[in-house]
């Protein structure tokens, strides 16, 4: 297992939109194919999150998402080289350095729970409350503004989390990277490409939030059932062409940044 220092370039605050068009590309070329691995991963996550053990599924899930993520980043290396994604490449990650990539699930899991209940030094737990189902946002609620506090609090702090498991699956498999190696050169590489990353994050929160809401909140002004058809038939196949692209970006993005310019042969293979 390598531990040496990896080396990676430092991009223009543009890359960041040129990670999801090139991105959107891959996913174009074969939408389908794609599609089918979103939906089987997802419907693994929706299985594991139902039954008696619903609390023991969701753990799981949260575990092996790099496992998965690296099902992703297969099917990507594969595309690039002539191929196309198959559901087969979805489970790849089990064939990686299993170990190392659980580690990763655990450094997600503990982050992400510590972000959200960072939330509650804000609202005192209506965030959480809100979004688990326990209590409806009144209008009394959004206008205190502490809803809005205890979200961007929680996303700041699950902020180095998200950066440090950016490209962490990606230098498990294809530097042969343990855990802590991975994690932090992601996260010095993340940090260094500031600008890039923050387009990016700009671009995803247009186009994957702020650009649907809008859409359905014109279509409402026509009632209802408009409303619900371009729901249904625009705004959900988008949704999904949309985080597909995210997948597929995060390939896209650890190419540009730790392989730029070199040939499509460079990485080694995923399995």
Known sequence: MSSKPI????????????????????????????????????LLVAVAGFGPWAMIGQVVAGLLKPVFAVGFLAAAWTQERGGKPKLEH??????????????????????????????????????????????RPTEEMLAGGKLQLALLLGALCALPTLLALWFAPALVVFHDAG???????????????????????ITVFTLGGVLPGLVISIAQLFG???????????????????????HISDYVSFRDVFHAGEPNSSPASAG
Do not use: C
Request: aromatic share 14%; charged share 10%; proline share 3%.
């Open 7 to 42: 080396p990676f370039t430092r991009r223009d605050a543009r890359q960041g939109t040129v990670w999801l068009k090139s991105a959107y590309a891959m996913f174009r070329h074969a939408p389908l194919a794609w599609l089918a691995l979103l939906f089987a991963y997802y």
């Open 224 to 246: 209802e059932a408009v409303a619900g058809l371009l729901g249904v038939f625009l705004v959900v196949p988008y949704l999904f062409a949309f985080i597909t692209t995210l």
């Open 179 to 201: 855990a802590l190696t991975a994690l932090s050169h992601s996260l010095s590489a993340a940090m260094a490409n500031w600008r890039p990353v923050a387009v990016y994050g």
């Open 90 to 135: 979805l489970f790849r990650g089990f064939r990686s350095n299993l170990y190392a990539l659980i580690a990763l699930g655990v450094v997600f899991l503990v982050g992400m729970t510590l972000a959200i209940l960072s939330t509650t030094l804000i609202d005192g737990g209506m965030l959480i409350a809100v979004f688990s189902g326990a209590e």
